[in-house]
């Protein structure tokens, strides 16, 4: 009987455990840009679409171009003083005949395209009225994180492995060291190479052969490697997919590539890779699950090989759980506005979630209306990684109402299953989500997004940004604007920090004086500072990509 009752109480015991494992779920402490930007852009991004089912181009395909940009950027890396590494310094190396391609080109303008970039790094942060600053320093990192995030859609999108995508890379703003191998270059050259960038002899084996999956030699620009003029492009191997089949056309010398058999024998670089220990690593890969795995491995190595002295955020390799956006503010009429969402993790019709908040004196007040359920439910669209793991994701949209008064200090949700468990709350870790201050903000409901469609088509934003004081209170933006005015690399941001104006169509209310100015539609990220009466205010990473602005149609 004692025994029965011992073995009861154990197994309730775990059937407790595993119902609490159940439970946890994954997210990040917000804000965090780094992390919000690495599952927005793996997960929601459009960039995917460009690498989705391995696409043609130039004789090769999208992602055989994105694969070796990445390489290329990363070769600089030397492990023996920690330089160079993905950083995006290929932007200034593309005159040198190690990169050439017009690969190298396309893949840099299809980044420039799609007009993402990475926030400026640094946790959003605040100075608030004790003049107390948080957060983190402001980084520098556009293009090597997209050179990352092209690689692991390169990948994926041919088939390949998922391979796990982290943030944070900073830019180069010079170039590196010439140090990309070549098809001329003997065994020992390349193994060196190798090493300096942080690869042994045998994960040199595996990186070229997974490399050279994909795409293949172009005649214009190796005329001395692919000699036969009629030849525009040799492939690696005889299928386009991310697969094998590189390994076992070589080892059953049925191959076609060209670094291996072709007719110049100085430039079988690969022959003499591949060969380089008796075959034994190539005859493991005839094993496609271990070939996945290795290349999964190695270009995950490859991507996150960075400059000593960045850091990395966590990998990414599914949806986090719960995501909240930006929540946006708007001032009227002794009223707040605040509208945010909540991005939640698989699909449930039954699932409702409820937005809570407390006020500055961080009272809870739960009967007296410190509440608003979800007034909009979405499924978002997910990139071809979120299809090929099988997963949807809901975005649950918050309008609250909220007396200007009493404020807002933070707020939370309760995600409601409605399978008979109890509702989860998400609320940032047990600190909820804190809204620092509400003494400066872009007015969401003041703001604009304004079309022009006479005498020339024109779009941009009107922004509107609310300060508690007087007109003798003064505010300016930085705007982060990825569309670089550029026609050749390197793309750079334009950065233009402006004072704004006195806004005349919106007279001062409730404490608040309101400041405008015109920003690009393209624009992305604004850090705010306000000022009044010598104490000063900042907002930084202001996420324009989620601003949801009235739109006007100016048609004279
Ligand atoms: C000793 C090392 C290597 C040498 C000598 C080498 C050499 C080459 C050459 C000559 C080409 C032809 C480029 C063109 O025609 O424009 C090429 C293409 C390519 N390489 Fe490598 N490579 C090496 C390592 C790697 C590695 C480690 C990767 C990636 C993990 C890689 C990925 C690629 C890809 C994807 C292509 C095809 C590009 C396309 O079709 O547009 N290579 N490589």
Redesign the pocket.
Known sequence: MFRSLCLLRISVTITLILADYARSFSTFQWPNPQLAYADKQLYEGSLGLLAQNCPPREN?TIP??W??IA?HDMSTHNVDDGTGGLDASIQYELDRPQN??Q?QLDSLNDFKAFNIIAPFFGSKYFTNSSGKKRGLLIAFPLVADIIALGAVFAVAGCGGPLIPLSAGRVDATEAGPATV???QQDLAS?TEAFRRQGFTPTEMIG??A???T?????QV??PL?VTDAEDVLQTFDTTTNFDNAVVSEYLQNTTENI?VVGPNVTTR?DFR?FSSDGNVTMQSFLSSDLFNETCGTL?GR?INTVPSGVTLTQPISEPFDYVVSEPLFSYRSGTFSVVTTLRVLGDNPDRTVTMLWADRQGSNCPTTGCTSPSTQTDEAFLTFIGNIQGLTVNRFLFNATINATTSISKFWFEVDEKDGSDPILVNNGGSGFVIEQDSLFIDNGRSEAVLVTFPTLEQYKQVVVAIRGDSSSSVSITTFDPVSNATTPPYLPTIITTNLQLDERNPSEGGFTFFTANVTDSVNFINITGNVGGTSYTQENFDMTVAAFPFVEISQ
């Open positions: 090769t055989a171009q694969l070796r390489y050439i391609g690969g191998p070549e098809p390349h990186l070229v997974c490399g050279h994909l795409g293949g030699v172009r620009d190796f490697v670094l670089s890779i270009i490859m």
